[in-house]
């Protein structure tokens, strides 16, 4: 598929792929694909950064290369790795018949042969369909000298393999970082990206989103979900739910056949919702009605 030449373009494209998002969003991905620069998303988990690239790799037909980051990934992890098991049975067996000239035998091991690509490396590669969606993912986990080290890469689209030299893309991929800010990215690698801040939803885009994700729940239950999640999200809570978690809750719901909610139910499936134990512990008792009172409260109409 080509890509979009307009926001609204974008904004259809990945509605069609059930992500719902807004002008502002749709804007920033447009330029990003048009300009050919990499995107930067930061935001409380469970909002939809990761999603989006996976909608536009499937709107737009393109493989989705992830990178996961964590902390101590390095240069080998994320971008090669030779195959030492492989090249080790090559000397033996090079070895066992004879020998074979030194530097031949030295240059085969170093080759394509013997080279396991990791996430960068394979992004820089051609690909039939267009340029691969490069996801990387959570950089906020990382450590500092492997941002240093993405720079090369979001900034010529090449990686440097010692042995091999330089492999540079013959078009860009298309990219898109993410962070939940648990620390901040240096600036010199923002300066090359577009920036985003993903918040949470307000009512009306969450109810869209989960009408787009979880379509056989009942109307009036998702309002009740939604509702009641918007007001957890203003309650002291160590985490609080993203719209990820209000998917699944919904789908939850849905499983156990519930058409409304109530204390009980919500005392029951808050596990769904909530990811730690603190948080729950909160929600035990009458904490669980009233904030459901207020939810349906917000739903009657003024």
Partial sequence: MTQPNS??????????????????????????????????????????KTEIAKALASGLNRRLIRLQCYEGL????????????????????????????RGVLQTELFSDDYLIERPLLQAMRPDENGAPVLLIDELDRTDEPFEAFL????????????????VKAPQPPIVIVTSNRTREVHDALKR??????????????????LRARAPEAAEALSREVVAFVQRLRTEDLFKKPGVAETIDWAKCLLALDVL???????????????????????????????ILDQAKADLEPV
């Fill in 151 to 166: 720079l090369e890469a979001l900034s010529d689209f090449q990686v440097t393999i010692p042995e091999l030299g330089t």
């Fill in 260 to 290: 409304n909610l109530s204390p009980e139910v919500i005392g029951d499936t808050l596990g769904a919702v909530l990811k730690y134990q603190d948080d729950i512990q909160k929600l035990q008792g009458s904490e669980a009605k009233r």
């Fill in 192 to 209: 090359r990206c577009l920036y985003h801040w993903v918040d949470y939803p307000d009512f009306d885009r969450e109810i869209d989103i």
């Fill in 7 to 48: 926001i609204d373009a974008v904004q259809q494209m990945l509605t069609d792929q059930g992500y719902v998002c807004g002008r502002a969003l749709a804007t920033v991905v447009f330029l990003s694909l048009t300009l050919g620069r990499p995107l930067f998303l930061e935001g409380e988990a469970g909002v939809g």
């Fill in 74 to 101: 390095d240069a080998s992890s994320a971008v090669y790795e030779w195959n030492f098991p492989a090249q080790m049975i090559a000397i033996r067996t090079a070895e066992a018949s004879g020998g074979a000239d």
